[in-house]
C-alpha cells in the first residue's frame, strides 16, 4: 500500500522564518500529493495539492513541487506567520484500482510560529 | 453555510455503552469517510461509501458500523465502547474523482472513560 513519512516535529520558527516540511512517499503508479493543514480544533483543510509530476502547488504564500524522481513533495514558505501555527499533513491518493478516493496520510508536523 | 457537518462535536461516555456520531454533507458530492485521529495526531481512514455503497473498509473492528441513509449522509454506529476508541473522528466528502480534494467537517471528539 501507500506511505507517506514527513518530517518529524514539533518545529519551532520564529515570524518571517523560512520553513520547509520535507515529505516523501511510497506509491504505485501515478498517484496525486496534497498538504492539508489542520488548525487548532478544527478539521483538515486542502492547503494545496499536484496531481502530475514537475507540478507545483501553490497557496497562501506556501508552495510544493512534485518530485517523481525523488518521490518527494516538501511544502516551503520563505516567511512565516503566526497564523501559520498549525499541524501540516502530507498526504497521497491514487487514481484507480480499488483505493478509491483513499487518502494516505504522513504523521503530520506541528508548526508553531513565535512572535 | 456549513459544507460538512458532524454532531455532536464532543460525546464523553462509558466504556461498554453504544454511540452514534451523525454526518452531513451539503456539497453534493458522492463520496463520504470516516477517518480516526488518534492522541499523536496519526489520521487514518476507516470506512469510504460512494453513493451509498461501501467501498472502503480498512481493518476496523466490527463493532464500528457506518451507515449510509442517502448520499448526503454518512453516520457512524460503535457498539461495546472501549477505552482505545477514544480519539477524534473526522468525516469528509468528496466528488466522484478518486483523486479531487476532500473536505472535512470539525470532528468529534470521543472520550471513554
Known amino acids: 500500500g501507500n506511505s507517506v513519512t514527513q518530517m518529524e516535529g514539533p518545529v519551532t520558527l520564529s515570524e518571517e522564518a523560512f520553513l520547509t516540511i520535507n515529505c516523501t512517499y511510497t506509491?504505485?503508479?501515478?498517484?496525486?500529493l496534497f498538504w492539508y493543514v489542520q488548525y487548532p480544533g478544527e478539521g483538515l483543510q486542502l492547503l494545496l495539492k499536484a496531481t502530475k509530476a514537475d507540478d507545483k502547488g501553490s497557496n497562501k504564500g506556501f508552495e510544493a513541487t512534485y518530485r517523481k524522481e525523488t518521490t518527494s513533495f516538501h511544502l516551503e514558505k520563505g516567511s512565516v506567520q503566526v497564523s501559520d501555527s498549525a499541524v501540516y499533513f502530507c498526504a497521497v491518493a491514487n487514481a484507480g484500482g480499488t483505493s478509491y478516493g483513499k487518502l494516505t496520510f504522513g504523521q503530520g508536523t506541528i508548526l508553531t510560529v513565535h512572535p | 453555510d456549513t459544507a460538512v457537518s458532524q454532531t455532536p462535536k464532543y460525546l464523553v461516555t462509558q466504556m461498554g455503552n453504544d454511540k452514534s456520531i451523525k454526518c452531513e454533507q451539503n456539497l453534493g458530492h458522492d463520496t463520504m469517510y470516516w477517518y480516526k485521529q488518534d492522541s499523536k495526531k496519526f489520521l487514518k481512514i476507516m470506512f469510504s461509501?460512494?453513493?451509498?455503497?461501501?467501498?472502503i473498509n480498512e481493518t476496523v473492528p466490527n463493532r464500528f458500523s457506518p451507515k449510509s441513509p442517502d448520499k448526503a449522509h454518512l453516520n457512524l454506529h460503535i457498539n461495546s465502547l472501549e477505552l482505545g476508541d477514544s480519539a477524534v473522528y473526522f468525516c469528509a466528502s468528496s466528488p466522484e474523482s478518486q483523486t479531487d480534494t476532500q473536505y472535512f467537517g470539525p470532528g468529534t471528539r470521543l472520550t471513554v472513560l
Open positions: 461509501y460512494n453513493n451509498k455503497e461501501l467501498i
Open positions: 506509491a504505485t503508479g501515478y498517484p496525486s
